[in-house]
T-cell receptor
Framework: NAGVTQTPKFRILKIGQSMTLQCAQD?????MYWYRQDPGMGLKLIYY???????DKGEVPNGYNVSRSTTEDFPLRLELAAPSQTSVYFC??????????????FGAGTRLSVL | KNEVEQSPQNLTAQEGEFITINCSYS?????LHWLQQHPGGGIVSLFM???GKKKHGRLIATINIQEKHSSLHITASHPRDSAVYIC???????????FGKGMKLTVNP
Protein backbone atom coordinates (compact mmCIF):
# COMPACT_ATOMS: atom_id res chain seq x y z
CA ASN A 1 0.00 0.00 0.00
CA ALA A 2 1.67 3.22 -1.17
CA GLY A 3 -0.50 5.72 0.78
CA VAL A 4 0.84 9.24 0.21
CA THR A 5 3.94 9.47 -1.98
CA GLN A 6 6.08 12.59 -2.16
CA THR A 7 8.91 13.28 -4.57
CA PRO A 8 11.68 14.28 -4.41
CA LYS A 9 12.92 13.43 -0.90
CA PHE A 10 15.65 16.06 -0.99
CA ARG A 11 16.38 19.06 -3.18
CA ILE A 12 18.75 21.99 -3.19
CA LEU A 13 17.66 25.07 -5.14
CA LYS A 14 19.39 28.30 -5.96
CA ILE A 15 17.65 31.57 -5.14
CA GLY A 16 15.22 32.45 -7.93
CA GLN A 17 14.85 28.92 -9.28
CA SER A 18 11.49 27.24 -9.45
CA MET A 19 10.39 23.66 -8.81
CA THR A 20 7.38 21.48 -8.25
CA LEU A 21 7.00 19.17 -5.29
CA GLN A 22 4.95 16.17 -6.26
CA CYS A 23 2.35 14.47 -4.08
CA ALA A 24 0.15 11.52 -4.97
CA GLN A 25 -2.24 9.42 -2.90
CA ASP A 26 -3.89 6.13 -3.81
CA UNK A 27 -6.56 6.04 -1.09
CA UNK A 28 -9.19 8.00 -3.05
CA UNK A 29 -9.20 10.68 -0.37
CA UNK A 30 -11.07 13.86 -1.20
CA UNK A 31 -8.97 16.21 0.98
CA MET A 32 -5.29 16.94 0.45
CA TYR A 33 -2.95 19.32 2.23
CA TRP A 34 0.51 20.84 1.99
CA TYR A 35 2.40 21.76 5.16
CA ARG A 36 5.83 23.13 5.92
CA GLN A 37 7.77 22.33 9.07
CA ASP A 38 10.48 24.70 10.21
CA PRO A 39 12.92 23.76 13.01
CA GLY A 40 11.33 24.12 16.45
CA MET A 41 8.00 25.17 14.98
CA GLY A 42 4.68 23.45 14.48
CA LEU A 43 3.50 22.42 11.05
CA LYS A 44 2.01 25.30 9.08
CA LEU A 45 -0.66 24.80 6.43
CA ILE A 46 0.31 26.19 3.01
CA TYR A 47 -2.62 25.15 0.81
CA TYR A 48 -5.34 22.56 0.90
CA UNK A 49 -7.86 21.04 -1.47
CA UNK A 50 -11.29 19.59 -0.77
CA UNK A 51 -11.54 17.83 -4.11
CA UNK A 52 -10.42 17.90 -7.72
CA UNK A 53 -10.55 21.43 -9.10
CA UNK A 54 -10.91 23.09 -5.69
CA UNK A 55 -8.04 24.60 -3.72
CA ASP A 56 -7.78 27.16 -0.93
CA LYS A 57 -5.08 29.05 0.93
CA GLY A 58 -3.82 28.00 4.29
CA GLU A 59 -1.84 29.94 6.84
CA VAL A 60 1.34 30.59 4.81
CA PRO A 61 0.50 30.53 1.06
CA ASN A 62 2.78 33.33 -0.19
CA GLY A 63 5.38 32.15 -2.68
CA TYR A 64 3.53 28.92 -3.50
CA ASN A 65 0.91 27.71 -5.92
CA VAL A 66 -1.07 24.50 -6.16
CA SER A 67 -3.40 22.73 -8.53
CA ARG A 68 -5.67 19.71 -8.17
CA SER A 69 -6.60 18.38 -11.59
CA THR A 70 -7.18 14.82 -10.32
CA THR A 71 -8.20 13.24 -7.03
CA GLU A 72 -4.83 11.53 -6.76
CA ASP A 73 -2.36 14.37 -7.37
CA PHE A 74 -1.72 17.64 -5.56
CA PRO A 75 1.53 19.28 -6.72
CA LEU A 76 3.04 22.29 -4.93
CA ARG A 77 4.82 24.84 -7.09
CA LEU A 78 7.54 27.16 -5.83
CA GLU A 79 8.20 30.11 -8.09
CA LEU A 80 11.30 32.26 -7.50
CA ALA A 81 12.63 30.25 -4.56
CA ALA A 82 13.85 32.24 -1.56
CA PRO A 83 15.98 31.20 1.45
CA SER A 84 12.87 31.63 3.65
CA GLN A 85 11.38 28.63 1.84
CA THR A 86 14.07 26.33 3.20
CA SER A 87 12.00 23.82 5.14
CA VAL A 88 10.63 20.30 5.25
CA TYR A 89 7.44 19.98 3.25
CA PHE A 90 4.77 17.41 4.04
CA CYS A 91 1.81 16.43 1.93
CA UNK A 92 -1.17 14.79 3.60
CA UNK A 93 -4.56 13.44 2.62
CA UNK A 94 -7.73 12.55 4.45
CA UNK A 95 -11.20 11.28 3.86
CA UNK A 96 -13.71 13.83 5.10
CA UNK A 97 -17.45 13.65 5.28
CA UNK A 98 -20.22 11.77 7.01
CA UNK A 99 -18.87 8.52 8.41
CA UNK A 100 -15.29 9.32 7.40
CA UNK A 101 -12.33 8.75 9.70
CA UNK A 102 -11.12 12.37 9.35
CA UNK A 103 -7.55 11.23 10.00
CA UNK A 104 -4.71 12.73 7.96
CA UNK A 105 -2.19 10.44 6.31
CA PHE A 106 1.21 12.00 5.70
CA GLY A 107 3.85 11.54 3.07
CA ALA A 108 7.50 11.04 4.06
CA GLY A 109 8.36 14.67 3.44
CA THR A 110 10.60 16.67 1.09
CA ARG A 111 13.62 18.41 2.58
CA LEU A 112 14.27 21.58 0.58
CA SER A 113 17.19 23.94 0.91
CA VAL A 114 17.34 27.24 -0.95
CA LEU A 115 20.83 28.67 -1.14
CA LYS B 1 0.50 33.17 22.79
CA ASN B 2 0.27 30.11 20.56
CA GLU B 3 -3.19 28.67 20.10
CA VAL B 4 -1.84 25.19 20.93
CA GLU B 5 0.65 24.73 23.74
CA GLN B 6 2.36 21.46 24.58
CA SER B 7 4.22 20.59 27.75
CA PRO B 8 6.82 19.57 28.51
CA GLN B 9 8.91 20.44 25.42
CA ASN B 10 11.30 17.58 26.06
CA LEU B 11 11.05 14.52 28.25
CA THR B 12 13.51 11.75 28.99
CA ALA B 13 12.19 8.60 30.64
CA GLN B 14 13.36 5.14 31.55
CA GLU B 15 11.92 2.11 29.87
CA GLY B 16 8.76 0.96 31.64
CA GLU B 17 7.75 4.36 33.00
CA PHE B 18 4.25 5.80 32.64
CA ILE B 19 4.41 8.96 30.52
CA THR B 20 1.96 11.85 30.21
CA ILE B 21 2.14 14.48 27.49
CA ASN B 22 -0.07 17.54 27.80
CA CYS B 23 -1.76 19.80 25.28
CA SER B 24 -3.68 22.99 26.01
CA TYR B 25 -5.51 25.09 23.48
CA SER B 26 -7.13 28.51 23.57
CA UNK B 27 -9.81 28.30 20.89
CA UNK B 28 -13.07 26.44 20.43
CA UNK B 29 -12.46 23.21 18.59
CA UNK B 30 -14.37 20.51 16.78
CA UNK B 31 -11.61 17.90 17.12
CA LEU B 32 -8.13 17.35 18.52
CA HIS B 33 -5.49 15.15 16.92
CA TRP B 34 -2.43 13.46 18.37
CA LEU B 35 0.35 12.60 15.93
CA GLN B 36 3.73 10.92 16.25
CA GLN B 37 6.79 12.02 14.27
CA HIS B 38 9.49 9.39 14.08
CA PRO B 39 13.20 10.27 14.30
CA GLY B 40 13.40 9.75 10.53
CA GLY B 41 10.75 12.43 10.01
CA GLY B 42 7.66 10.41 9.12
CA ILE B 43 4.38 11.52 10.70
CA VAL B 44 1.64 9.14 11.79
CA SER B 45 -1.79 9.99 13.15
CA LEU B 46 -2.44 8.35 16.52
CA PHE B 47 -5.83 9.62 17.64
CA MET B 48 -8.60 12.00 16.76
CA UNK B 49 -10.78 13.08 19.70
CA UNK B 50 -13.80 15.26 20.09
CA UNK B 51 -14.70 14.10 23.60
CA GLY B 52 -13.87 11.55 26.28
CA LYS B 53 -11.11 9.02 25.91
CA LYS B 54 -9.62 6.68 23.31
CA LYS B 55 -7.24 3.77 23.78
CA HIS B 56 -5.01 1.96 21.31
CA GLY B 57 -2.55 -0.57 22.68
CA ARG B 58 -0.37 1.19 25.26
CA LEU B 59 -1.56 4.65 24.24
CA ILE B 60 -4.47 6.47 25.87
CA ALA B 61 -5.71 9.90 24.83
CA THR B 62 -8.14 12.00 26.84
CA ILE B 63 -9.74 15.36 26.28
CA ASN B 64 -11.52 17.80 28.59
CA ILE B 65 -13.45 20.21 26.41
CA GLN B 66 -14.42 22.53 29.27
CA GLU B 67 -10.80 22.93 30.40
CA LYS B 68 -9.46 23.02 26.80
CA HIS B 69 -6.92 20.35 27.63
CA SER B 70 -5.88 16.97 26.32
CA SER B 71 -3.39 14.39 27.53
CA LEU B 72 -1.63 11.53 25.81
CA HIS B 73 -0.55 8.72 28.12
CA ILE B 74 1.94 6.00 27.30
CA THR B 75 1.94 2.98 29.58
CA ALA B 76 4.97 0.68 29.97
CA SER B 77 7.11 2.97 27.78
CA HIS B 78 9.66 1.44 25.44
CA PRO B 79 12.64 2.90 23.56
CA ARG B 80 10.68 2.54 20.31
CA ASP B 81 8.24 5.15 21.71
CA SER B 82 11.02 7.73 21.32
CA ALA B 83 9.60 10.32 18.94
CA VAL B 84 8.11 13.79 18.77
CA TYR B 85 4.45 13.84 19.80
CA ILE B 86 2.37 16.56 18.19
CA CYS B 87 -1.01 17.91 19.23
CA UNK B 88 -3.20 19.63 16.64
CA UNK B 89 -6.68 21.13 16.83
CA UNK B 90 -9.38 21.73 14.28
CA UNK B 91 -11.35 24.86 15.01
CA UNK B 92 -15.10 24.54 14.68
CA UNK B 93 -16.21 24.90 11.07
CA UNK B 94 -12.65 25.14 9.72
CA UNK B 95 -10.85 22.69 7.46
CA UNK B 96 -7.52 23.69 8.91
CA UNK B 97 -5.48 22.08 11.67
CA UNK B 98 -3.45 24.26 14.04
CA PHE B 99 -0.40 22.41 15.32
CA GLY B 100 1.57 22.59 18.52
CA LYS B 101 5.36 22.62 18.34
CA GLY B 102 5.59 19.03 19.54
CA MET B 103 7.15 17.30 22.50
CA LYS B 104 10.32 15.27 22.07
CA LEU B 105 10.24 12.04 24.06
CA THR B 106 13.32 9.93 24.63
CA VAL B 107 12.89 6.57 26.35
CA ASN B 108 16.15 5.04 27.51
CA PRO B 109 16.58 1.28 27.91
Amino acid sequence: NAGVTQTPKFRILKIGQSMTLQCAQDMNHNYMYWYRQDPGMGLKLIYYSVGAGITDKGEVPNGYNVSRSTTEDFPLRLELAAPSQTSVYFCASSERGVGAKNIQYFGAGTRLSVL
Amino acid sequence: KNEVEQSPQNLTAQEGEFITINCSYSVGISALHWLQQHPGGGIVSLFMLSSGKKKHGRLIATINIQEKHSSLHITASHPRDSAVYICAVRQGGSEKLVFGKGMKLTVNP
